[in-house]
């Protein structure tokens, strides 16, 4: 199956949403991170989202201040990854997380007409758009794939970092993208009482939000719209859980995954400091980028893999191959 195609992709997401599982979506900001979200993928027979955003396409791993030469060096990257022999059963989605700002469209653009492989699903960052604004160029991505002759699977968001989106917001955004585009839609991303980062004080989360989200957002579409849960970090177990039973499809999962692969970083630095003396005999095994990475995958894999277990992604590889690229803009 390796890296889906925007139809693909809808298929899998309103799979998700119809069977009640999630898929995990790792903003991953290395190599080797993306290596070990397709590992624990692997490891627990579940699909797994891989997604950037601008912070990953402008680094130093991928494009050093070019966001275009980043999204090409990340798709080029997970595309050779995900169907490569190891990797090749993994259903693997590349989505475009947080991109903002006034090269947007640009970025957007090359993702949706391939750089040169396609993204399989697009979002955008609306924070800081009005709700006229996020329309406006949701629009635009719209017109953009249909003159390219391209599919397009869209997450449209509402733009909040905290609290409860009002319903009716779901009728605006949703419905008036829908009424001029039809059929590009598959995720929605409104407050559900989550927040992006990490933090000690309690999440208002709401699975009762996401239940009339999921509900409202598939009525407004006429088919299966999967909630997309942002700043899924500080949540609890039982959240998590309740959140994909009331139709949750997609977590998102950024501020803890750093955490622990920075933790295991410094404490592979802390206990190996004797080994990177220049007369240690194992100093350069020790140095190599190797070394560190493998010393964080021995860690973070089996985070990565309870995560896709709790959102109840494992075992859910289902066989979406019949949808091509070829197959036409709208379900
Ligand atoms: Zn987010």
Same mark, same amino acid.
């Given at each position: ?22 898929? %995990?979506?790792?903003? +991953?900001?290395?190599? #080797?991170? !993306? &290596?070990?979200?397709?590992? *624990?993928? =692997?490891?627990?027979? $579940? ?106 699977? %869209?997450?449209?968001? +509402?733009?909040?970092? #905290?609290? !409860? &989106?009002?319903?009716?917001? *779901?009728? =605006?955004?949703?419905? $008036? ?155």
């Amino acid at each position: 199956m390796a890296l889906l195609n925007p139809v693909q992709s809808r298929a899998l997401l309103q799979a998700a949403v119809e069977q009640r599982f999630a898929i %995990l979506a790792v903003n +991953a900001d290395s190599h #080797a991170a !993306v &290596t070990d979200c397709l590992e *624990a993928a =692997r490891e627990c027979e $579940a699909p797994i989202i891989i997604e950037t955003s601008l912070w990953q396409l402008t680094g130093q791993s991928y494009g050093n201040g070019d966001p275009i030469l980043g999204l090409a060096r990340y798709l080029t990257d997970l595309t050779a990854l995900a169907g490569s022999e190891r990797y090749r059963g993994v259903p693997v989605i590349f989505h475009t997380d947080h991109i903002k700002g006034p090269e947007t469209v640009r970025i957007l653009s090359a993702a949706i007409r391939g750089v040169p492989q396609r993204a399989s699903t697009i979002s955008l960052d609306s924070s800081e758009l009005s709700e006229g604004e996020n329309i406006t160029l949701i629009c635009q991505l719209c017109e953009i794939a249909k003159e390219a002759g391209v599919a397009l699977t %869209l997450e449209m968001e +509402a733009g909040v970092d #905290a609290g !409860v &989106t009002e319903i009716e917001v *779901a009728e =605006r955004l949703l419905g $008036a993208v829908e009424s001029k585009h039809p059929g590009y839609l598959a995720l929605w991303a409104p407050g559900v009482g989550t927040q992006h980062g990490l933090s000690d004080k309690g999440y208002p989360f709401s699975a009762e939000a996401v239940a009339k989200h999921q509900k409202r957002g598939s009525e407004i579409c006429g088919r299966p719209i999967g909630l997309a849960l942002h700043g899924s970090s500080g949540l609890k177990e039982s959240d998590l859980r309740a959140g994909v039973a009331a139709g949750v499809a997609k977590v998102n999962w950024s501020s803890e995954s750093l955490l622990i692969r920075s933790q295991a970083a410094q404490e592979y630095y802390a206990t190996h400091a004797a080994e990177l003396e220049k007369s240690h005999k194992a100093w350069k095994a020790t140095a190599m980028d190797n070394g560190m990475q493998s010393f964080i995958a021995a860690r973070y894999v089996p985070k990565v893999a309870e995560r896709i277990r709790i959102l109840g992604g494992a075992g859910k590889i289902l066989d979406v191959s019949m949808h091509n690229s070829m197959s036409p803009l709208t379900p």
